[in-house]
């Protein structure tokens, strides 16, 4: 028996169901059709086992997302699984690659599970708004414990074949694949009894209280999690059908939620921003060595960034005491991987012998990509790319990561200008997800190519922009402070604004955050933009008047809030409460009370007026890149989707309604998107 992705040989006593799906053999409706007359193939055989294995570069890596919003066609995946599992020829799942979701699953309903020690295992399905919906919240308890289910199923990271070895839920981990299972059936064991026939004991409800509450911290609004520990608890209190029907009910619910549609969107917007069009047709050209230049905290994070991608790296600093402690900033973060288990000795060993610093821009002469991370300062940077200019070969690509300054300003005396852009990395570099790579009208296909290849080796989750102040995400954070400000100026105070936008979703607040990453930064920007600012346009100068006064945030002790004895945990402060009541009397403002409805949705509006403005104008692609850069650089709740995504979700007309609320209030303040006004 054979079909296109699943056929079923037969070796001397042995059946061999091998599944060809490609990438990632998905459990795709042909697949789980392939299966179901695999299963009856091998049952009306006399052979004493079966292998399932998978061709390609992976076991079975999941369900093919791109299903999900179809009806659902049978044969379904829990069917196919307890037809495995209830065969009278048992079945051995051979696995390698990743062995995720509906793989792992199938996995399960197997009697014996083998693995190459390099295979991770998990069920991932919180990430994107759901429980897994074939089994594996009701078998996996059964065979390794609640607890480690809880793990498993409610984090939704990988594992490696070890740990699972360990939990009991692999029988073997092995080097080579067909010599091992071909080893194991030589000397079959009994079979064993069906994992789904098996009981789980329950570790108490007093332990699954605990869990909710320390899952509902730690998942901060995504409910997915605690539906995956609802479910696991479901199979320490019914027989396994009850539990599996329990299980699929809450999955299908799921998938029509407004959270798993969220989770999604971002997964499908992360690899199209990818591939964005303006690299169609460029070629990734060779990058071995890379020069950054700057050894403060930016530089050292590119660094390390880099190092980790396995690039060999020399940095440039004024002088030989600064390229000094810029080799120590990074040998610090490398051995703080290693405390951490991010990193190996060996592993640490093995960058440091690829790493060098010097104050000498002769040093970058072989070097393929120079990234400058030095003061936001328009001149210092020419004379940093005038330096590369003379230092380096022709065709290396120039790279600068300025927040704000127009490259084309930058670049303006370089010589083949198609060979530079912008490579924005969001601080600490060797941590933060997002990459903003900014290209400039003459910035090649090939070097932005090159730039995409360079974010993915380093993990990084790109995501392009054109030239404006800001790009994506600072333009856009500009208009959401802006907001917040106008909001504080007509009644809220910090702390209401700070407490509706964490109920939101976010990590912080927008005065929480201005404290943590500094006032005076923001301050910069303000006076650089003065100059060119519209006389009619509102400007609040709140936040100047703190910077005036000292109060730059956590690292001066106070800010927005103030703060005691070291300790980062803000404190209402009355003096600036007071500062922001005589601010509105000074401008004859009337405060008015908002509610932390209209805190969030006037905020989200003009964080989405904004990237529908850059979508507009072509400096963004698309509106979800928008939502890539929001999620990745700004900490959007991921399981909101973005700001594009949710307002299309919650519904445009609400935000209509907001949006030219805030106008009203602010007037020659905005300008509404094609978006919104159509």
């Given at each position: 028996?054979?079909?296109?992705?699943?056929?079923?040989?037969?070796?001397?006593?042995?059946?061999?169901?091998?599944?060809?799906?490609?990438?990632?053999?998905?459990?795709?409706?042909?697949?789980?059709?392939?299966?179901?007359e695999a299963v009856k193939t091998v049952a009306a055989?006399?052979?004493?086992?079966?292998?399932?294995?998978?061709?390609?570069?992976?076991?079975?890596?999941?369900?093919?997302?791109t299903e999900f919003d179809k009806p659902p066609m049978?044969?379904?995946?829990?069917?196919?699984?307890?037809?495995?599992?209830?065969?009278?020829?048992?079945?051995?799942?051979?696995?390698?690659?990743?062995?995720?979701?509906?793989?792992?699953?199938?996995?399960?309903?197997?009697?014996?599970?083998?693995?190459?020690?390099?295979?991770?295992?998990?069920?991932?399905?919180?990430?994107?708004?759901?429980?897994?919906?074939?089994?594996?919240?009701?078998?996996?308890?059964?065979?390794?414990?609640?607890?480690?289910?809880?793990?498993?199923?409610?984090?939704?990271?990988?594992?490696?074949?070890?740990?699972?070895?360990?939990?009991?839920?692999?029988?073997?981990?092995?080097?080579?694949?067909?010599?091992?299972?071909?080893?194991?059936?030589?000397?079959?064991?009994?079979?064993?009894?069906?994992?789904?026939?098996?009981?789980?004991?329950?570790?108490?409800?007093?332990?699954?209280?605990?869990?909710?509450?320390?899952?509902?911290?730690?998942?901060?609004?995504?409910?997915?999690?605690?539906?995956?520990?609802?479910?696991?608890?479901?199979?320490?209190?019914?027989?396994?059908?009850?539990?599996?029907?329990?299980?699929?009910?809450?999955?299908?619910?799921?998938?029509?939620?407004?959270?798993?549609?969220?989770?999604?969107?971002?997964?499908?917007?992360?690899?199209?921003?990818?591939?964005?069009?303006?690299?169609?047709?460029?070629?990734?050209?060779?990058?071995?060595?890379?020069?950054?230049?700057?050894?403060?905290?930016?530089?050292?994070?590119?660094?390390?960034?880099?190092?980790?991608?396995g690039y060999q790296v020399h940095m440039v600093e004024?002088?030989?005491?600064?390229?000094?402690?810029?080799?120590?900033?990074?040998?610090?973060?490398?051995?703080?991987?290693?405390?951490?288990?991010?990193?190996?000795?060996?592993?640490?060993?093995?960058?440091?012998?690829?790493?060098?610093?010097?104050?000498?821009?002769?040093?970058?002469?072989?070097?393929?990509?120079?990234?400058?991370?030095?003061?936001?300062?328009?001149?210092?940077?020419?004379?940093?790319?005038?330096?590369?200019?003379?230092?380096?070969?022709?065709?290396?690509?120039?790279?600068?990561?300025?927040?704000?300054?127009?490259?084309?300003?930058?670049?303006?005396?370089?010589?083949?200008?198609?060979?530079?852009?912008?490579?924005?990395?969001?601080?600490?570099?060797?941590?933060?997800?997002?990459?903003?790579?900014?290209?400039?009208?003459?910035?090649?296909?090939?070097?932005?190519?090159?730039?995409?290849?360079?974010?993915?080796?380093?993990?990084?989750?790109?995501?392009?922009?054109?030239?404006?102040?800001?790009?994506?995400?600072?333009?856009?954070?500009?208009?959401?402070?802006?907001?917040?400000?106008?909001?504080?100026?007509?009644?809220?105070?910090?702390?209401?604004?700070?407490?509706?936008?964490?109920?939101?979703?976010?990590?912080?607040?927008?005065?929480?955050?201005?404290?943590?990453?500094?006032?005076?930064?923001?301050?910069?920007?303000?006076?650089?933009?003065?100059?060119?600012?519209?006389?009619?346009?509102?400007?609040?100068?709140?936040?100047?008047?703190?910077?005036?006064?000292?109060?730059?945030?956590?690292?001066?002790?106070?800010?927005?809030?103030?703060?005691?004895?070291?300790?980062?945990?803000?404190?209402?402060?009355?003096?600036?409460?007071?500062?922001?009541?005589?601010?509105?009397?000074?401008?004859?403002?009337?405060?008015?009370?908002?509610?932390?409805?209209?805190?969030?949705?006037?905020?989200?509006?003009?964080?989405?007026?904004?990237?529908?403005?850059?979508?507009?104008?072509?400096?963004?692609?698309?509106?979800?890149?928008?939502?890539?850069?929001?999620?990745?650089?700004?900490?959007?709740?991921?399981?909101?989707?973005?700001?594009?995504?949710?307002?299309?979700?919650?519904?445009?007309?609400?935000?209509?309604?907001?949006?030219?609320?805030?106008?009203?209030?602010?007037?020659?303040?905005?300008?509404?998107?094609?978006?919104?006004?159509?």
């Amino acid at each position: 028996m054979s079909s296109d992705v699943v056929r079923v040989e037969f070796k001397n006593d042995l059946a061999y169901v091998t599944i060809n799906n490609p990438p990632v053999n998905a459990t795709s409706t042909a697949v789980r059709a392939g299966l179901h007359e695999a299963v009856k193939t091998v049952a009306a055989s006399s052979v004493k086992a079966a292998i399932i294995q998978c061709e390609g570069r992976t076991f079975v890596a999941g369900g093919d997302i791109t299903e999900f919003d179809k009806p659902p066609m049978e044969p379904q995946l829990p069917d196919v699984c307890d037809e495995i599992e209830a065969c009278s020829v048992p079945f051995i799942a051979a696995m390698h690659g990743t062995v995720l979701g509906g793989g792992f699953e199938v996995a399960l309903a197997c009697a014996w599970r083998i693995a190459l020690g390099s295979t991770r295992f998990g069920l991932p399905e919180v990430n994107i708004g759901l429980i897994p919906g074939a089994g594996g919240t009701q078998r996996l308890p059964r065979l390794v414990g609640v607890e480690k289910a809880v793990e498993i199923a409610c984090l939704g990271t990988m594992f490696s074949a070890d740990k699972m070895l360990a939990l009991g839920a692999l029988d073997q981990v092995v080097e080579n694949l067909e010599d091992g299972v071909f080893a194991f059936v030589q000397n079959l064991p009994q079979r064993p009894i069906g994992v789904s026939q098996r009981s789980s004991a329950s570790p108490g409800s007093e332990w699954f209280s605990e869990q909710r509450t320390m899952w509902t911290k730690k998942s901060k609004g995504q409910q997915s999690p605690l539906h995956a520990l609802d479910a696991i608890e479901w199979a320490t209190q019914t027989d396994f059908a009850e539990g599996l029907k329990r299980e699929r009910e809450r999955f299908m619910q799921l998938k029509g939620s407004s959270e798993s549609k969220a989770l999604r969107h971002a997964f499908f917007a992360e690899r199209k921003a990818a591939k964005p069009e303006a690299i169609a047709g460029g070629t990734v050209l060779p990058i071995n060595i890379v020069a950054v230049i700057g050894g403060g905290l930016m530089g050292a994070g590119i660094s390390v960034a880099a190092l980790g991608a396995g690039y060999q790296v020399h940095m440039v600093e004024r002088d030989a005491a600064a390229a000094a402690a810029g080799m120590q900033r990074v040998t610090d973060i490398l051995e703080s991987s290693v405390k951490r288990g991010k990193l190996s000795e060996t592993g640490m060993a093995v960058q440091l012998e690829k790493f060098s610093s010097s104050s000498d821009y002769a040093d970058c002469a072989d070097a393929e990509l120079a990234v400058e991370a030095v003061f936001e300062d328009l001149i210092v940077k020419c004379d940093v790319f005038k330096s590369l200019d003379k230092a380096m070969k022709p065709g290396a690509i120039l790279a600068t990561n300025t927040s704000y300054l127009d490259p084309q300003a930058i670049f303006a005396d370089i010589g083949n200008p198609e060979r530079c852009l912008g490579l924005h990395f969001f601080s600490p570099a060797h941590i933060m997800k997002l990459l903003e790579i900014v290209k400039t009208p003459q910035t090649s296909a090939d070097v932005l190519a090159t730039s995409f290849d360079l974010a993915k080796k380093m993990r990084k989750v790109a995501a392009l922009s054109g030239i404006c102040d800001g790009f994506i995400g600072n333009r856009m954070l500009a208009a959401y402070r802006r907001q917040a400000d106008y909001m504080l100026a007509d009644g809220a105070l910090p702390f209401e604004i700070d407490a509706a936008m964490r109920d939101f979703g976010m990590p912080m607040g927008p005065y929480e955050l201005q404290d943590l990453t500094g006032l005076q930064i923001a301050w910069a920007t303000r006076k650089r933009q003065a100059a060119t600012r519209d006389p009619k346009e509102r400007y609040v100068t709140l936040g100047d008047q703190l910077c005036d006064m000292e109060r730059f945030g956590q690292r001066s002790g106070k800010g927005w809030y103030r703060y005691e004895d070291g300790n980062r945990k803000p404190i209402r402060d009355e003096a600036v409460e007071e500062l922001i009541m005589k601010y509105s009397a000074n401008q004859n403002i009337k405060r008015q009370a908002f509610s932390k409805e209209t805190i969030q949705y006037r905020l989200i509006a003009a964080l989405a007026n904004e990237g529908a403005l850059i979508v507009e104008e072509g400096i963004a692609e698309t509106r979800s890149d928008v939502d890539v850069v929001k999620l990745h650089g700004y900490g959007f709740p991921r399981w909101r989707g973005g700001p594009m995504h949710f307002v299309e979700q919650t519904g445009i007309t609400d935000f209509k309604v907001h949006m030219a609320e805030i106008i009203a209030q602010s007037p020659n303040s905005w300008r509404m998107a094609n978006w919104f006004s159509n």
